[in-house]
């Protein structure tokens, strides 16, 4: 970036109390290949002298805000999108690593799809060190196919997304979101625009933040963003359907019930049959994941030594998948690969 020139990006990495993690999400930031970018670090706040950290590098890149007390997840990214001065904004997180060329991969996906609005990445995710690798992080690539799952998945790692930062600041992110922002965020995004993922794995991320935490809050803002999204799409609902379809959306650990099929069948194909006279979500591709999310379930249910539904059932539904057996399978080379990356 030439003296005092506007630059391309704006890397945003907000900072609490991360002062042991922060020199190497920093460092892997100063390593892009890609060198047209300002760092702006936000403390929000931390007591352990992360903002010293942060001052330690002396590079001109780096611009340091510091908070004089904790604002809060949804706050300090606004006020990122508030300061950023970058074209794009790419997003990073206190406590992960930036592949060398994530920038350069990623604005240059931007520069040649202008239709696009955001991408992000696979990503490997980490243990706690940081050091090993716990496995791939996928998701889906094409923007059709998040169009149509976002209803019923997180599309999206946080910290691997590169926007055009005034469709960002469009939006931005609603303080009431105190865990999950991210994902209401882009939910609301999809609506208007497309977004996309690299099939690369350029982000280490390391879980443990709020968003993982099972505690009551956190299924507060789940339940407020389904019914959120239920409520763009027109469809009726009762809060009992709330509640079951945040369980449609994660399925670790989940053993469905008898009852809980039955409605699901019911509210599946209800969906599709909504989306056939809205046409909120793309076709084919929303009644793909729907037949998937209800053969997951069936398999979910043998798992629990529940009876399946007969085989006149799950055939029509297993031959609506047809058409997603190239990206199902892109996604096993990608877990292979991912299962393979060594870190060096």
Request: with cysteine; aromatic share 10%.
């Amino acid at each position: 970036m030439a003296g005092g020139c506007r630059p391309r990006v704006t890397v945003f990495l907000p900072v609490f109390n991360r002062a042991r993690l922060l020199p190497s999400a920093i460092e892997s930031v100063l390593s892009q290949s890609f060198r047209d970018f300002e760092l702006l670090i936000v403390d929000d706040g931390s007591t352990d002298g992360s903002s010293d950290v942060a001052r330690s590098y002396g590079d001109p890149r780096i611009r340091l805000v510091v908070s004089a007390s904790n604002q809060g997840i949804p706050r300090t990214r606004n006020l990122g999108l508030e300061l950023a001065r970058g074209e794009y904004l790419a997003n990073a997180d206190s406590d992960d690593w930036s592949y060398p060329q994530r920038l350069a991969r990623q604005v240059g996906f931007l520069d040649a799809h202008p239709a696009i609005a955001a991408v992000g990445s696979w990503a490997l995710k980490t243990d706690a060190s940081g050091t090993r690798s716990r496995g791939p992080l996928l998701r889906p690539t094409d923007p059709r196919a998040i169009r149509a799952r976002i209803l019923f998945a997180t599309c999206f790692k946080n910290p691997t997304m590169v926007a055009r930062t005034e469709v960002v600041r469009e939006f931005g992110f609603r303080d009431q979101f105190v865990i999950c922002s991210d994902i209401d965020l882009w939910s609301r995004v999809s609506e208007k625009h497309a977004l996309a993922n690299l099939p690369e794995f350029l982000v280490r991320y390391r879980p443990g933040g709020t968003s993982h935490q099972p505690d009551a809050p956190g299924a507060a803002m789940r339940h407020m963003l389904a019914r959120d999204m239920l409520t763009a799409f027109g469809v009726d609902f009762d809060e009992c359907d709330v509640e079951r379809h945040v369980a449609l959306r994660n399925f670790s650990g989940f053993r469905p019930t008898r009852e809980y099929l039955e409605w699901a069948e019911r509210w599946l194909w209800g969906l599709v049959r909504q989306n056939a006279r809205s046409r909120w979500y793309p076709e084919p591709e929303f009644g793909r994941i729907a037949a998937e999310r209800w053969l997951l379930l069936q398999l979910r249910a043998l798992a629990a030594g529940l009876r399946p539904v007969e085989i006149v059932r799950i055939a029509p539904r297993a031959s609506a998948l047809a058409g997603a057996v190239p990206g199902y399978l892109a996604q096993a080379l990608g877990y292979l690969r991912g299962r393979l990356r060594r870190f060096g």
